[in-house]
C-alpha cells in the first residue's frame, strides 16, 4: 500500500482506478466488506484500488465539540487499512479549501483529473463538497459524464443492526468488549511505542510500560484487563490505565500498563494493547498510597477476569 498524503504528493495521475471514500475510523467489519467489495470490482477490470480518507474527519473540522471520539488514532487507521491489501491510501488534509469546494469540483479535481476513477463504490448515505450538495444519486445521474460505474456499497449486519463506528463505540462505552471485538472483526486495541514515563509506577511496586496517546480525543478511559502483543513474539497480560493520571496532576493522555508477572526492560518496543475488559473509571486520590491500595485492587480484579476467561474458553 502506498500512502499518499495530500493530492499534490501524488506526482502524475493515475492511469486508470477503482476508488472509495469514507472516514473508515476502527476499519471495522462493514469497512472491511466495502473494502472486498472494491478489491472485486477493481480486479474484474484490472485496475488498482484507491481508498481516499480525510484528516481530520470532516465532522472534526465543522463542530469539533460535537465530534465523536474516535475508535482509532491516524496512524493505527492506516495501519488496519495496510492489512486490506489496498493500492493506494490517499489522506485529503480537512481544510477550509476543500471543504469549500463544491460537489462538480471535488469529482473533477480529485476523481477524474487526478485519479482517473473508472469505477466509485460508495454508500447511498455518503454526502460530499460544500454543503453536502453532493451524493449517491448525484453521482449516479451524472456518472456517464464523469467517465465512471457507481456501485452501491453493501450494508453488514450483525443481529439485526448494521455495522457501524457508532455501534462499536456504544459497545464499549457499556463496557461490552466482546460485542466490540465482534463488530470489529479483533479486539479493539491502541498501539504505540513505549517510552520512557516518571517511574511512578515502579516506585509503587507495579513497573508500568507507557505509551503517549497524543491529543485527539480517544473513546476508552480508565482501568481495564488487556493482553499487550509484540514483546518476544508473546501474549502477556496485564492491567492498563489510560487517561491524564489526575492524582499526580497530569495533562497527557497516556497508556500505561503493568504487566503481570513482567519486568523487563522494553523501552522503544511498538506494541499493541487489546481491550477485554472494564475494570473501573478513572479517579483522583488524596495520596500515592491510596492510589498503590487500589492499583493493587485492579491487579486482583484482572486476574481474576483471566482466570474466569480461561476456564470459559477452556
Known amino acids: 500500500m502506498k500512502l499518499i498524503r495530500g493530492l499534490y504528493n501524488l506526482t502524475r495521475p493515475l492511469p486508470a482506478s477503482a476508488v472509495t471514500i469514507g472516514n473508515f475510523d476502527g476499519v471495522h467489519r462493514g469497512h472491511q466488506l466495502v473494502i472486498s467489495q472494491l478489491k472485486q470490482v477493481a480486479a474484474s477490470a484490472s485496475l488498482p484500488t484507491v481508498v481516499i480518507i480525510f484528516e481530520p474527519q470532516p465532522i472534526e473540522y465543522f463542530a469539533p465539540g460535537k465530534a465523536p471520539k474516535r475508535l482509532s488514532r491516524f496512524r493505527e487507521k492506516i495501519a488496519y487499512l495496510k492489512t486490506q491489501q489496498i493500492d493506494y491510501l490517499l489522506c485529503l488534509h480537512f481544510d477550509q479549501k476543500l471543504a469549500g469546494q463544491s460537489a462538480e469540483e471535488f469529482v473533477q479535481k480529485i476523481l477524474v483529473e487526478s485519479l482517473n476513477t473508472r469505477h466509485l463504490v460508495i454508500g447511498d448515505d455518503f454526502h460530499f463538497g460544500k454543503n453536502r450538495q453532493g451524493n449517491f444519486q448525484f453521482l449516479k445521474d451524472n456518472s456517464e459524464r464523469f467517465g465512471f460505474m457507481v456501485d452501491e456499497t453493501e450494508t453488514l449486519m450483525v443481529d439485526g443492526e448494521r455495522v457501524s463506528s457508532t455501534r462499536i463505540r456504544e459497545s464499549i462505552n457499556r463496557g461490552d468488549f466482546e460485542k466490540a471485538a465482534e463488530l470489529l472483526g479483533r479486539p479493539y486495541s491502541l498501539s504505540g511505542r513505549v517510552a520512557h514515563g516518571q517511574k511512578l509506577g515502579r516506585q509503587l511496586g ?54 503481570l508477572g513482567f519486568d523487563q526492560d522494553v523501552y522503544g518496543y511498538s506494541v499493541e494493547v487489546e481491550f477485554l475488559h472494564k475494570i473501573r473509571d478513572e479517579e483522583k486520590f488524596d495520596s500515592l498510597e491510596e492510589l498503590s491500595t487500589w ?4 491487579t486482583e480484579k484482572a486476574i481474576a477476569f483471566f482466570k474466569q476467561r480461561q476456564m470459559t474458553v477452556g
Open 206 to 259: 507495579y513497573p508500568t510500560i507507557n505509551i503517549k496517546m497524543g491529543d485527539k480525543t480517544l473513546i476508552v478511559k480508565g482501568i481495564f484487563a488487556v493482553n499487550v502483543k509484540g514483546i518476544d513474539n508473546r501474549v502477556l497480560q496485564g492491567v492498563a490505565s489510560i487517561g491524564t493520571r489526575p492524582t499526580v496532576n497530569g495533562v497527557d493522555t497516556i497508556l500505561e500498563v503493568y504487566i
Open 295 to 298: 492499583i493493587g485492587r485492579d
